[in-house]
């Protein structure tokens, strides 16, 4: 099972990404599990996190293609091509994944996140686990955060 | 050129494109979310209305559903980066932007684009819509 201080590591990371970068705090919305064997639905681009180690499973961040033009453009980016979008979401999971490494010491492996072309809406995590979802609510978008560890 | 009118819930979307349609000669007004976009319309009908699909308040496809009925001669173009309606709802089915943009199009929009766009892409969708509504006035 998962733990509060476990779930509030990784939202802390995506907590932080959004106060530093888009210089706009994120809200957090309420919680939920994924029952019966479903898949979580996810948006256009996720960037997953594999752990292993103590636990076993991924994290993800997954947000719509509307969220993360308006976060580039409060960057001052002004291409929102694929690929900048694309390495937008992995740098949110990047800080997800550091804020992982720096609370969860050498008991987690935490991988490089890779950035998943989830287009069509699916994403089967890698375990069995059932995924814990977080919406990180931005302005009048909705990202969010998959947890599934064993 | 043309007045048209932009429906977009982000400053820095609706800014941006107001910004190229006015370089491009197009007299642009702007609003920030559905209920604005209609009362524009009502206050002065527009030749085309740009909108967003998510929005709060009243979403892209009121707008295109109230457009379309008090005002059949005014061109639309829907606008979407996907997202959800209802910012903490669980929704199973996919949330995506061709999904969202194929709604739009069933709604009565006459032409749809997914962000991001550039420049060349919103000049060339709204040559199309116009170009509907000139290919309407003369058939």
């Known amino acids: 099972m998962l733990t509060e201080a476990e779930i509030k590591t990784f939202v802390d990371g995506a907590m932080h990404y959004f106060a530093v970068s888009a210089r706009q705090p994120v809200a957090v919305g309420s919680p939920y599990l994924i029952t019966d064997g479903g898949t979580p639905a996810v948006h256009e681009y996720t960037g997953v996190i594999a752990i292993s180690g103590r636990r076993k499973g991924a994290v993800c961040f997954t947000a719509p293609r509307s969220m993360l033009m308006v976060l580039l453009m409060r960057m001052n980016e002004t291409d929102t091509s694929e690929t900048n979008m694309k390495d937008l979401i992995g740098e949110v999971a990047n800080t997800i994944s550091g804020n992982a490494r720096r609370d969860f010491g050498k008991d987690f492996v935490i991988s490089v996140p890779s950035v998943v072309d989830t287009e069509g809406g699916k994403f089967r995590p890698p375990v069995n686990a059932r995924p814990f979802i977080i919406p990180l609510n931005w302005r009048s978008h909705s990202a969010k955060l998959i947890v599934c560890l064993e | ?139």
């Open chain 2, 1 to 139: 050129m043309a007045d048209i009118l932009v429906v977009d819930d982000e400053p820095e979307v609706c800014d941006s494109i107001a910004l190229t349609l006015g370089l491009a000669g197009h007299t642009v007004r702007t609003a920030a979310d559905g209920p604005a976009g209609i009362a524009a319309c009502r206050e002065q009908a527009p030749q085309l209305v740009l909108t967003d699909l998510v929005m709060p308040l009243a979403h892209g496809f009121e707008v295109i559903g109230r457009v379309r009925s008090e005002f059949p001669g005014v061109r639309i173009l829907a606008i979407s980066g996907g997202g959800e309606f209802g910012t903490s709802a669980y929704r199973p089915e996919a949330v995506t932007t061709n999904a969202y943009l194929a709604a739009a199009l069933e709604m009565g929009a006459d032409a749809i684009l997914r962000k991001p766009f550039n420049r060349q892409e919103l000049l060339a969708a709204i040559e199309t819509c116009l170009a509907s509504t000139r290919n309407s006035t003369e058939h």
